[in-house]
């Protein structure tokens, strides 16, 4: 039997328009990356044609907010990471940021009035207030639970009986990683979807459909474009999701730009390379961090004494590119004296770039949640989280160690 083509084969060839006559004004040449197609609209040959296209009986385009062959580009790409030959039926949409795809995604899963959607306690904190607020403002109703738990899972799933479960692959920022395959076997039973964001993950540690979810989120921001330089969403899913996610898209219209598309994909080709280096030099730190004096606790999924070095071995191929760790000095203070006191490492939110990125979760990304919802997640005021870039490993662990002494 003929052997697929490999995952990093597929980052770099799939999606490209490079043939069909539409594609190439002139046939004695194509462009071997597909162009930026700048333009709202799409014509046809004859006006039957377009009638057709827009009735969806024949394949093409007809109006930006709907498709572009740019951002078709990048979609098929996608789908190819996540979902080969083995599913069938899968289609990839992009957004213009994680949250309009997480949005299209809990809607797609049809969270109206009446109906409860379980969600992680450890979730980024916009989609819990998305829930909580847009969701909760139309009747529906969110609860939450330990998705790192799971006897807690199969409790709360079988008590509520929810439309949709919504948990992330890897958290933010103890790393905890979620049994997807036990999850998946648990909202199956009950008829409830499981939505997962892989954001931290990506389609190269994971493909959550294979695990058995539903519906899988990327903010496509952070890892899968990888460069800092722009802001996307991407939701995949098969029948019946994909077509509700399609339908929100061309309706709410939070559809991506060809521009940001192209540079997805351009980043997307490099993903592979690019997680290899950030989850190695990601391990080499949090063992460097584990050792030292200045240093109480440091997680990342493969130090052996995280909760979930077992569970990661079964459902990442590898364990990924965050660490996160608490200062032996107490209290805020040390943490933004450490960062401050960074000279390589760039300060500043977000995640998943070739730059190795320092940030203060407490006062970043659970900004908005009580000090004792805070300490009751384990986001402690000294707890410093690093998003691993592409640099040579000894250089970021000697601009650690620099900061580290200063403390
Ligand atoms: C896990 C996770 N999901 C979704 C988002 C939202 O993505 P975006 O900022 O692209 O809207 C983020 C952003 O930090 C995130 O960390």
């Given at each position: 039997?003929?052997?697929?083509?490999?995952?990093?084969?597929?980052?770099?060839?799939?999606?490209?328009?490079?043939?069909?006559?539409?594609?190439?004004?002139?046939?004695?040449?194509?462009?071997?990356?597909?162009?930026?197609?700048?333009?709202?609209?799409?014509?046809?040959?004859?006006?039957?044609?377009?009638?057709?296209?827009?009735?969806?009986?024949?394949?093409?385009?007809?109006?930006?907010?709907?498709?572009?062959?740019?951002?078709?580009?990048?979609?098929?790409?996608?789908?190819?990471?996540?979902?080969?030959?083995?599913?069938?039926?899968?289609?990839?949409?992009?957004?213009?940021?994680?949250?309009?795809?997480?949005?299209?995604?809990?809607?797609?899963?049809?969270?109206?009035?009446?109906?409860?959607?379980?969600?992680?306690?450890?979730?980024?904190?916009?989609?819990?207030?998305?829930?909580?607020?847009?969701?909760?403002?139309?009747?529906?109703?969110?609860?939450?639970?330990?998705?790192?738990?799971?006897?807690?899972?199969?409790?709360?799933?079988?008590?509520?009986?929810?439309?949709?479960?919504?948990?992330?692959?890897?958290?933010?920022?103890?790393?905890?990683?979620?049994?997807i395959e036990a999850i998946s076997g648990i909202t199956r039973?009950?008829?409830?979807?499981l939505?997962v964001?892989?954001?931290?993950?990506?389609?190269?540690?994971?493909r959550s459909l294979e695990l058995g979810a539903d519906?899988?989120?990327?903010?496509?921001?952070?890892?899968?474009?990888?460069?800092?330089?722009?802001?996307?969403?991407?939701?995949?899913?098969?029948?019946?999701?994909?077509?509700?996610?399609?339908?929100?898209?061309?309706?709410?219209?939070?559809?991506?730009?060809?521009?940001?598309?192209?540079?997805?994909?351009?980043?997307?080709?490099?993903?592979?390379?690019?997680?290899?280096?950030?989850?190695?030099?990601?391990?080499?730190?949090?063992?460097?961090?584990?050792?030292?004096?200045?240093?109480?606790?440091?997680?990342?999924?493969?130090?052996?004494?995280?909760?979930?070095?077992?569970?990661?071995?079964?459902?990442?191929?590898?364990?990924?590119?965050?660490?996160?760790?608490?200062?032996?000095?107490?209290?805020?203070?040390?943490?933004?004296?450490?960062?401050?006191?960074?000279?390589?490492?760039?300060?500043?939110?977000?995640?998943?770039?070739?730059?190795?990125?320092?940030?203060?979760?407490?006062?970043?990304?659970?900004?908005?949640?009580?000090?004792?919802?805070?300490?009751?997640?384990?986001?402690?005021?000294?707890?410093?989280?690093?998003?691993?870039?592409?640099?040579?490993?000894?250089?970021?662990?000697?601009?650690?160690?620099?900061?580290?002494?200063?403390?």
């Open positions: 039997m003929k052997q697929p083509r490999r995952f990093e084969t597929r980052a770099v060839h799939s999606g490209e328009h490079r043939t069909g006559a539409g594609d190439a004004r002139d046939g004695s040449f194509y462009p071997i990356s597909t162009p930026i197609y700048a333009s709202t609209t799409f014509s046809h040959p004859n006006i039957e044609t377009t009638d057709r296209v827009l009735g969806g009986e024949e394949q093409g385009y007809s109006y930006a907010r709907y498709d572009n062959p740019t951002v078709r580009a990048f979609e098929e790409a996608l789908v190819s990471l996540e979902a080969p030959e083995s599913q069938a039926g899968v289609r990839a949409f992009a957004f213009g940021s994680g949250m309009a795809a997480t949005h299209a995604a809990l809607a797609a899963a049809e969270l109206t009035g009446g109906a409860t959607v379980l969600a992680a306690e450890q979730l980024y904190g916009s989609t819990a207030t998305l829930l909580v607020q847009v969701f909760g403002a139309n009747g529906v109703e969110t609860r939450f639970v330990d998705a790192y738990d799971l006897g807690a899972v199969e409790k709360k799933v079988a008590e509520l009986k929810p439309r949709a479960v919504v948990v992330e692959s890897i958290s933010n920022p103890l790393l905890r990683v979620a049994d039973a009950a008829g409830s979807a939505i964001d892989n954001t931290f993950g990506t389609p190269y540690l994971q519906i899988v989120v990327h903010s496509a921001t952070k890892y899968l474009s990888g460069h800092g330089d722009i802001t996307a969403g991407v939701v995949a899913a098969g029948p019946p999701y994909d077509a509700a996610v399609e339908q929100i898209r061309k309706l709410v219209g939070g559809v991506l730009g060809p521009f940001e598309a192209w540079l997805a994909h351009r980043g997307l080709k490099t993903l592979p390379l690019r997680m290899n280096r950030q989850c190695e030099n990601a391990r080499r730190i949090a063992s460097r961090l584990a050792t030292h004096p200045k240093v109480t606790k440091v997680n990342h999924p493969s130090l052996e004494d995280h909760p979930d070095h077992e569970t990661a071995g079964r459902v990442l191929s590898d364990t990924g590119g965050l660490v996160s760790f608490e200062l032996a000095a107490e209290g805020r203070e040390a943490a933004f004296a450490f960062l401050n006191a960074l000279k390589l490492c760039v300060k500043a939110p977000s995640l998943g770039d070739v730059y190795t990125l320092a940030i203060h979760p407490a006062t970043s990304s659970h900004r908005e949640l009580s000090p004792s919802r805070r300490e009751r997640l384990g986001v402690a005021e000294n707890l410093v989280r690093l998003s691993v870039g592409i640099e040579h490993a000894d250089d970021v662990i000697s601009d650690l160690e620099q900061a580290l002494d200063t403390l």
